[in-house]
């Protein structure tokens, strides 16, 4: 996505399950000058969310996991903290 608009500088989801009810979001940041752009982008891809991911898209969010998880766990103190997290949950 970054490299398609480069005026966005992030994006981030939100999201708080309940019980009996929910929030979902999208947090974008950029420019104010890019406001209209900002928007335009950020409704297009809650419109994309109605269609399936696709499978590049997806196996390349299951590498980044893995790559994250295991930077997560390179030192000692920090594997003992995930192992806790998962233990826990």
């Known amino acids: 996505m970054f490299q ?3 005026f966005v500088e992030s ?3 939100v999201n708080s ?4 009810s929910g929030v979902f979001g999208l ?3 950029g420019a104010s000058t890019h406001s209209k752009e900002l928007l335009d982008v950020i409704m297009k891809e ?6 399936p991911v696709p499978l590049d ?3 390349r969010a299951k590498n980044i996991l ?3 998880i295991l930077l997560t766990i390179e030192r000692q103190g920090d594997r003992l903290e995930e192992i806790t997290k ?3 949950t």
């Open 4 to 6: 398609r608009y480069g």
């Open 11 to 13: 994006i981030d989801c």
């Open 17 to 20: 399950t309940f019980s009996d």
């Open 27 to 29: 947090n974008i940041l």
């Open 46 to 51: 809650l419109h994309l969310l109605r269609e």
């Open 57 to 59: 898209e997806l196996n």
């Open 66 to 68: 893995k790559i994250n």
């Open 86 to 88: 998962n233990v826990k």
